[in-house]
């Protein structure tokens, strides 16, 4: 099953949870967590650029923190009400000739003062500002290696998201993610990623 399966399937079971995250809605609001912390898997589609303009799909994992009550999160809520402020790192391990690490801070803007529909959806829009490393094999290119071939590069990434957090019991709640990885560089490329993942909330 790939990891685009896993969180199709994943959806699909929290979805059945919705009742009770009506419950949790006005507790949340009362009680709202410091920080949060939220593991996810990851589905890349990439920008091949040069490589005749067509795409690479990838998957990989990741893990953000996020902090509710905070110096940074008083400047953002300022304009969106329950802002939040953290870091994330995503990883891909080594699929088709090359693996990258996507790592930086991250700002989460709720689009409504409480959750909707009966308290089981908290629509949010995200920034992520950051650094994209990414490591080729050269099996790649087989014996003939392009001029000034760099295995490694790093470039800034801005990546433009929306989501929603699904409450489930307690601090715990599903969380979505569809994402544009915008990387920087000699060819600015577009790479969208799918998310889907739980946040603890403490």
Excluded at 90 to 119: C, I, M, R
Excluded at 126 to 149: D, E, K, M, Q, W
Aim: charged share 15%; net charge neutral; proline share 5%.
């Amino acid at each position: 099953m790939t990891s685009l399966s896993k969180l199709y399937c994943a959806a699909a079971a929290l979805a059945s949870l919705a009742p009770i995250a009506t419950a949790r809605a006005q507790s949340d609001l009362q009680n709202p967590s410091r920080f949060a912390v939220e593991p996810y898997l990851a589905e890349y589609s990439f920008d091949n650029g040069g490589n005749n303009g067509g795409r690479t799909g990838i998957g990989g994992f990741g893990v953000r923190v996020m902090f509710g009550h905070s110096d940074a999160t008083k400047t953002l809520s300022t304009f969106f009400n329950r802002a939040r402020a953290g870091a994330f790192v995503t990883y891909t391990s080594e699929q088709k000739y090359y693996s990258t690490t996507h790592f930086g801070v991250q700002g989460d803007f709720p689009l409504f003062a409480a959750p909707t529909n009966g308290g089981w959806l908290d629509p949010f829009a995200s920034l992520r500002a950051g650094v994209f490393h990414t490591a080729i094999n050269r099996a790649a290119f087989g014996s003939s290696l392009p001029p000034g071939f760099n295995p490694t590069q790093n470039k800034f990434a801005l990546t433009p998201a929306v989501g929603t957090l699904i409450p489930i019991t307690g601090s715990i709640k599903f969380r979505g993610d569809i994402g544009d990885v915008v990387v920087f560089g000699d060819n600015t490329t577009q790479n969208f990623v799918l998310e889907g993942g739980i946040s603890i909330g403490f």
